[in-house]
C-alpha cells in the first residue's frame, strides 16, 4: 500500500498541477486596494484577488461607484504587474456613467464593457467564465446580479409564473466559475440589491435578503453591504437629508462575511464628494491618527511609530500643524511627506 507522499505525487503527476501537499504555506492573499485608506483598513489591504466578491445594499448606496474605484486601482496594478490584464464592466443595469467612471479615476477608453440587450442569464454567465477562461481578464464586475433575466423567464409570457429566478443557473455558475478565478488569476464582483423577505415568512427570518439562492452567498469569499450615510455641504459640514444642494455624503461599509482576514473591523465610512469623487486624506488622517502616526490634539505631528521619532522639516524643526484642516492641506502641498505617511500606514493596515 503506498503511503500518503507517494499517493499525493501521483494526484499531481494526475492532474498535471499540485493539488496535493502537506502543510499550510503562510501567503499573503493579493489584493485590489481601494481608494479609501478606511475601506483598506477594514479588509487588510482591500478586496482579495482571484475570488468573488458581493457588494450589496439599497439603491443610491455606493455599490457601483465603489466598485468602478477598484477598476481603476486595478488598471493602475494590472499596468504596473501584469500588462495583458484588463477590466471588464458588465451594465446589466445600463447606468454606467461615463464623465462619472472618468471623475473616479477609470481608464475609460481602457475599459471594456459588456453591456447586454436580450440576453440571458445563463448566456451572460457563459460568457464570463469564457472571458475568464481567456486569461487575459484580471477583474470583472457585473451590475447587477438582481437584474438578470433566467432563460425560464426569457421563454414565458408576463402572466405566467416562474419559480427561483436566477438561482439554479447561478449555483452552476459559482461552483464552475470558483476554481477558474484561482487559475486564471481573475477577480469577479458581483452586485446585488436587497429586497423584503419578511412577507409570509416566519419573523424569525431576516426582514431582508439578497436574490441568488445561498449558493452565491456560500462561494463568495467577501460580502459587504452598503448604505449611504450623512450628506455634507461645500465644507464637509454634516447637513439634513432632505438638503437641496448636498457636495457629497457618507458611504457606510459593514463586512457582513469575510474568509480572507480577521473579521475585527466590521464597520466604516467614507466620504464621496460628488464633484472630485473619493476623499482619500482625509480617510488617510482619521486612520493615521488611530494608529498613532498622527499624534496629538488640535496641534498635530507625524511620527514613526516603530522608533516614536518625530518628523521634522528640511531645517531639523519638528512639524506641528494646528488643525485637522491644516494637516489635510500639508499633506496635499507636500507629496513627499504623503508617501512616506501612507507608506507607514499601509504596512499597519496589511497587519505587517
Known sequence: MADLDTLFAEFNKQYKAKIAYKGISDV??????????????????????NRMIEFFGDYSCGKTTTSLD???????????????????????????????????GVDVDNLYVLDPEEQSAEQIFEMVLAMVESGKVGLIVLDSLANLVSQQE???????????????????????????????????????????????????????????????KLNCSVRLEFKQGDLFDEHGKNIPKNSESPFGNEIKMHIKK??????????????????????????????AQKEGIIQGKGWYTFVDVETGEVLADEGGKEIKING?????????????????????????????
Open 28 to 49: 499573503k492573499y493579493p489584493r485590489i486596494p481601494f481608494t479609501s485608506p478606511r475601506a483598506n483598513y477594514m479588509l487588510y489591504g482591500g478586496i482579495p484577488r
Open 70 to 104: 477598484l477598476i481603476a486601482n486595478a488598471q493602475k496594478l494590472f499596468e504596473l504587474e501584469e500588462k495583458d490584464q484588463h477590466c471588464v464592466f458588465i451594465d446589466a443595469e445600463h447606468t454606467l456613467d461615463y464623465e462619472w467612471a472618468k471623475k473616479l
Open 154 to 216: 426569457c421563454d414565458k409570457t408576463m402572466e405566467e409564473r416562474t419559480v427561483g429566478g436566477i438561482s439554479a443557473s447561478l449555483t452552476v455558475f459559482c461552483r464552475k466559475l470558483c476554481g477558474l478565478l484561482k487559475t486564471h488569476k481573475c477577480t469577479f464582483i458581483g452586485i446585488n440589491q436587497i429586497r423584503c423577505a419578511g412577507v409570509g415568512q416566519a419573523m424569525s427570518y431576516a426582514l431582508y435578503d439578497t436574490p441568488g439562492g445561498k449558493s452565491w
Open 258 to 287: 469575510t474568509k480572507i482576514c480577521k473579521p475585527n473591523r466590521r464597520v466604516g465610512t467614507y466620504n464621496l464628494w460628488y464633484d472630485k469623487g473619493i476623499d482619500k486624506i482625509s480617510d488617510l488622517f482619521d486612520i
Open 324 to 352: 485637522k484642516e491644516s494637516v489635510i492641506e500639508f499633506l496635499n502641498e507636500n507629496p513627499i511627506i504623503l508617501e512616506e505617511v501612507e507608506e507607514k500606514l499601509n504596512k499597519i493596515i496589511a497587519g505587517e
